[in-house]
């Protein structure tokens, strides 16, 4: 058996701090789940995804609040970590969005990527200035994490 250490708080926060990307999952109408990979900010114990109005995963939201969002990355081996949220979600629009989607493009596309990136600066602009702009605010019920990088002999165990 092996007991997978869990991240501290803090660790939590540094690590959701990074661009890394989440995957955030929806139910279709059919029942299947919907994965979508999104860009988000964490704030506050509230995650923020900035994405556009027709999108499937909002459709999906309108329909059922109910998601889920995986946020994990290797460097090879063992070498993981992730955190996993079970949340409700709610769709923000307009002023408050413009003002979330800013914060999550400024993490994504910083100015040292933009200043060298013209396809990143255009690519900021465009999505910064779009009339279709929707959020998604995900309020988590459970936060689940784990950094297998932690791991020591002892937490591995013959059953």
Do not use: H
Not at 29 to 53: A, H, K, R
Not at 74 to 80: E, N, S
């Amino acid at each position: 058996m092996i007991i997978v250490p869990e991240m501290t708080q803090d660790e939590m926060l540094r690590y959701l701090s990074q661009p890394l990307i989440a995957k955030i999952a929806t139910t279709n109408l059919d029942g299947t789940p919907q994965l979508s990979p999104v860009w988000f900010i964490y704030e506050n114990e509230v995650f923020y995804i900035s994405t556009y109005e027709k999108a499937l995963k909002v459709r999906n939201i309108k329909r059922d609040n109910r998601v889920v969002l995986l946020i994990d990355s290797t460097d090879g081996g063992i070498k993981l970590k992730g955190v996993l949220v079970k949340g409700i979600a709610r769709l923000i629009y307009g002023d408050e969005c413009k003002k979330i989607e800013k914060k999550i493009y400024d993490k994504y596309l910083t100015s040292e990527i933009t200043s060298k990136d013209g396809v990143a600066r255009m690519f900021k602009q465009e999505a910064l200035s779009s009339p279709d702009s929707v959020c998604i605010e995900v309020r988590p019920l459970k936060i689940t994490s784990w950094d297998y990088t932690k791991l020591r002999p002892e937490d591995i165990k013959s059953v």
